[in-house]
């Protein structure tokens, strides 16, 4: 697995947090993309999320994570859509070809990495998902997996 270090330019995006099991959470980007769609406003990037607790340590229905899309324009929060500004971070990342529920060993290898490069974590790790599973069987999912990271 290959593991790189680059610098994310800062963006703003559409959120809604979600508590409950991960696998809940995908419902809420059609709501998210309805939002910014009537808003008229400019999607700039694929999906994401940020995945808070570990699911083999915290109860499913306690799982706490961000879903949401990068955009532009002005826009204010409305109903259960956030705006959240990411500030320029510099990101260990890799890239993850199957299903999303096996994502677990690509974490292990970005962390194991970063321990053992120096690196401090700076923040929650993002899954970005590079192609849509309506479109693509789900073992050629491609998932981006990052961690803010600084140097020790």
Known sequence: MEIKLKKNESFQAAIIKHVGPYSDAGRLYNEIAKWITQKQLCITGPPFGWFYDNPEEVPAQKLRSEVGFPFEAEAKP????????????????????????????????????????????????????????????????LTEIQL???KK
Do not use: M, W
Request: net charge positive; with cysteine.
């Open 78 to 141: 409305e109903g259960r859509i956030e705006i959240k500004k990411i500030p320029v971070q510099e990101v260990l990342y890799t890239t993850h070809r199957g299903p999303y529920r096996e994502v677990g060993p690509a974490y292990s290898a970005l962390f194991q990495y970063a321990r053992k490069h120096g690196y401090v974590l700076k923040g929650c790790p993002i899954e970005i998902y590079l192609n849509d599973p309506a479109t693509v069987p789900e073992n050629e999912l």
């Open 148 to 150: 803010p990271v600084k």
